[in-house]
């Protein structure tokens, strides 16, 4: 019996100023996957992340992506998110003058109101916020600091990871998080991460080091090269690339 | 009416009344001022600066404090906490409301009417000397005729612990009224002291307040100067602010700035010793249709000093605002360095700003840099909001008020920062253009 996909592209066609990126991706993710995608800097690896997640800087040409049944393109970005989909960027905005603190609450506010819970009152959310911290031993002062303001990469990286573990996604994609990451940082990430793993939650790795896959471990592979999904495979596929490139394959 | 009736009537009126009569400055002032036109649109420093509106409003200038709500007026104040607060309506001292006997036994603040030989002598030779009049025509309007003032001295060596709060508050009157009031800082030698002036109002006025503030800080002296105006936008000002250095001297402002039906600041810092430094750390914000005028003028005349400025601006709506920031290096003033920068956001078509940070440079060994940006919202940040589940208008709203807060949370003063927020709360409560801004290109 097949499950309801969590996530299905069809044929995904997006180009920026008359530029095609993504040409023709298909890719059907099941409630509990992970899948890696891999593939040379260039090929569209984040330009699919950053549509799935809304970015309006590309034109989605044709194809079609339904996310928990619903066509994932009729929903503005902030209603995304609400849905349970997170980009973990690969390179996260500093935003000065506005707290971690103040963008977190924000945040965590706007997603549990539209999932029907409860608003979490200042302290509740500061002490939840604080444990969240703890395990990614980032120190509480971040969150009192702007938003990536002055963070080094690996901070940067640890708040994306944060802001996944407060919001609680049914859809994470991880572009490139563990770049920048030294290798306790990499396993603290690679913990959380894990934690957050369950039978109705996926992600979707980006990733250009085999290494990460030694944390979380994946059920698929994918290579994306030239805007398409020119590989797919397990998670030996990974080994195989780091072995002998990308160049086989094409 | 001829565009010179505030002129005129100004000179009448202010003839009724009678400056203390051990000044030497009121005769002085009334001779340049008569000999003075009145700036207009071909006036270069004055070319952005709406004065039709003002020149030609009959002001009465008044004797004395407007009534006002006591209570109103106390909430107005803020919360913060251990200070010597003077308040001042339209112009005049409000005892009620003002609370300062310690520093006021110590010689530390002092109204004009009340000083003692020596410190007349001071006032004497201190009050107008930190600017050229020939090119401050409000500011030899107000020293035409000064029946009070306040003087603040800082005694030798001596840190003032308690923070000194000046309150303007500008009131509604039966006819359109001229506050004019003035304020002298001391810092003698070593000294060092903080102060806060707030710039409030109690609801819609119709005052045309007229702001005179001197500060000469005498060698390694030190001020902490706190500058909240956050009027109701029907207020008209002018606000001069002449600044004086000496040797080894600190001064660090940090200013909040609403804009107004007119608002026109001019800050001139003079450095006289060498090593001194000066931080004007500011923000300024415009909207509706609302004007804000900021002039800085930095003189470095001395070798080895350095100033830091960053003033931010957010102007939207229909309202316009203008930056002059200028750092003069003469030819003497060897190993300056000066850094200036204005940063804005233009949230709206019909808004409109000026700005031209200006670099004269006559030393060679000078290490300086100038620059300015407009800018709108960033969308890549905005889209960081939008994919955490942050609708569009907050996130546009949340970005605005970052850039704002990023000045303000420099403050160092937690207490004005709260008073700072609320006020900036009241700002932000009714931008027309906030929750629209995304369909502007
Ligand atoms: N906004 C944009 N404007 C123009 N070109 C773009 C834009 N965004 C992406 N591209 C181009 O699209 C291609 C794919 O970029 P993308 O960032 O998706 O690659 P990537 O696979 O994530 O690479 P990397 O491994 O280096 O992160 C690149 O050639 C890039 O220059
Ligand atoms: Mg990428």
């Given at each position: 019996m097949s499950k309801t996909p969590l996530l299905e592209v069809k044929d995904l066609v997006a180009e920026v100023d008359g530029k095609t990126i993504l040409n023709g991706i298909s890719l059907t993710v099941n409630p509990g996957e992970v899948h890696a995608i891999m593939g040379p800097n260039g090929s569209g690896k984040s330009t699919l992340a950053n549509v799935l997640a809304g970015r309006d800087d590309y034109e989605v040409v044709s194809g079609s992506v339904r996310f928990k049944g619903q066509d994932l393109f009729e929903l503005e970005p902030e209603e995304r998110a609400r849905e349970g989909v997170f980009l973990a960027f690969q390179y996260p905005v500093e935003i000065p003058g506005v707290s971690n603190m103040q963008f977190l609450k924000a945040s965590v506010d706007a997603v549990r109101k539209h999932r029907g819970q409860e608003e979490l009152d200042a302290p509740s959310f500061m002490k939840l916020a604080r444990e969240h911290c703890k395990e990614l031993k980032l120190k509480p002062e971040f969150l009192k600091r702007g938003v990536n303001e002055g963070f080094s990469g690996g901070e940067k990286k640890r708040n994306e990871i944060l802001q996944m573990a407060l919001l609680e996604p049914s859809l994470a994609l991880l572009d490139e998080t563990d770049s920048g990451l030294d290798i306790d940082a990499l396993q603290v990430a690679a913990e959380g991460v894990n934690a957050l793993r369950n039978p109705e939650r996926s992600f979707i790795v980006v990733t250009h080091y085999q290494r990460l896959l030694n944390y979380i471990v994946p059920d698929y592979v994918h290579v994306l090269a030239g805007g398409k999904i020119v590989k797919s495979g397990g998670r030996e596929l990974a080994l195989e690339l780091e072995e002998k490139g990308y160049s086989w394959i094409q | 009416m001829t565009p010179h009736d505030l002129k005129q009537q100004a000179q009448q009126q202010l003839a009724q009344q009678a400056s203390l009569d051990w000044l030497s400055l009121p005769q002085k002032a009334q001779a340049t001022f008569a000999a003075l036109d009145m700036p207009t649109r071909k006036t270069e420093a004055w070319k952005y600066t709406p004065l039709t509106a003002l020149l030609n409003t009959p002001y009465f200038a008044h004797t004395a404090a407007g009534q006002v709500d006591e209570s109103a007026a106390a909430d107005r104040l803020g919360q913060l906490g251990d200070v010597s607060r003077l308040v001042f309506v339209n112009g005049h001292l409000h005892p009620g409301l003002s609370s300062y006997s310690d520093l006021e036994n110590q010689g530390i603040v002092t109204l004009f009417s009340n000083a003692n030989d020596a410190q007349r002598e001071l006032i004497n030779a201190e009050l107008g000397t930190a600017f050229e009049p020939q090119q401050h025509v409000f500011a030899t309007l107000n020293y035409s005729c000064i029946e009070d003032g306040v003087l603040i001295q800082a005694p030798t060596d001596f840190k003032v612990q308690q923070p000194i709060q000046l309150v303007y508050l500008s009131s509604g009157e039966a006819q359109p009224a001229l506050a004019q009031s003035r304020v002298l800082v001391y810092g003698a030698a070593g000294s060092s002291l903080e102060l806060i002036e707030q710039?409030?109002?109690?609801?819609?006025?119709?005052?045309?307040?007229?702001?005179?503030?001197?500060?000469?800080?005498?060698?390694?002296?030190?001020?902490?100067?706190?500058?909240?105006?956050?009027?109701?936008?029907?207020?008209?000002?002018?606000?001069?602010?002449?600044?004086?250095?000496?040797?080894?001297?600190?001064?660090?402002?940090?200013?909040?700035?609403?804009?107004?039906?007119?608002?026109?600041?001019?800050?001139?810092?003079?450095?006289?010793?060498?090593?001194?430094?000066?931080?004007?750390?500011?923000?300024?914000?415009?909207?509706?249709?609302?004007?804000?005028?900021?002039?800085?003028?930095?003189?470095?005349?001395?070798?080895?000093?350095?100033?830091?400025?960053?003033?931010?601006?957010?102007?939207?709506?229909?309202?316009?605002?203008?930056?002059?920031?200028?750092?003069?290096?003469?030819?003497?003033?060897?190993?300056?360095?000066?850094?200036?920068?204005?940063?804005?956001?233009?949230?709206?078509?019909?808004?409109?700003?000026?700005?031209?940070?200006?670099?004269?440079?006559?030393?060679?060994?000078?290490?300086?840099?100038?620059?300015?940006?407009?800018?709108?919202?960033?969308?890549?940040?905005?889209?960081?909001?939008?994919?955490?589940?942050?609708?569009?208008?907050?996130?546009?709203?949340?970005?605005?008020?970052?850039?704002?807060?990023?000045?303000?949370?420099?403050?160092?003063?937690?207490?004005?920062?709260?008073?700072?927020?609320?006020?900036?709360?009241?700002?932000?409560?009714?931008?027309?253009?906030?929750?629209?801004?995304?369909?502007?290109?």
């Open positions: - | 710039y409030d109002s109690l609801g819609e006025t119709n005052v045309f307040h007229n702001q005179m503030t001197e500060i000469s800080l005498q060698p390694n002296a030190r001020l902490t100067h706190l500058r909240l105006q956050v009027e109701h936008e029907s207020l008209s000002q002018v606000n001069g602010l002449h600044v004086k250095l000496a040797a080894g001297s600190h001064y660090e402002q940090h200013a909040l700035a609403f804009g107004s039906a007119l608002k026109r600041n001019d800050i001139n810092i003079n450095f006289n010793g060498s090593n001194a430094y000066c931080r004007l750390n500011g923000v300024f914000l415009s909207k509706h249709k609302q004007h804000i005028d900021n002039h800085l003028n930095l003189e470095h005349g001395v070798p080895h000093c350095n100033s830091d400025t960053v003033y931010k601006g957010f102007i939207t709506d229909s309202s316009r605002a203008v930056f002059n920031g200028r750092i003069h290096i003469h030819k003497h003033a060897q190993k300056t360095e000066a850094h200036l920068n204005n940063k804005n956001l233009l949230l709206s078509k019909q808004a409109e700003l000026d700005t031209k940070p200006e670099l004269e440079i006559y030393a060679d060994d000078v290490k300086c840099s100038h620059g300015a940006s407009i800018g709108k919202l960033d969308d890549k940040s905005l889209f960081y909001f939008q994919s955490r589940g942050i609708d569009r208008a907050t996130a546009e709203a949340m970005l605005c008020l970052g850039f704002v807060n990023e000045m303000v949370e420099q403050f160092p003063n937690t207490a004005v920062i709260e008073l700072a927020r609320q006020r900036l709360a009241e700002f932000f409560n009714d931008v027309d253009q906030l929750n629209h801004l995304w369909t502007l290109e």
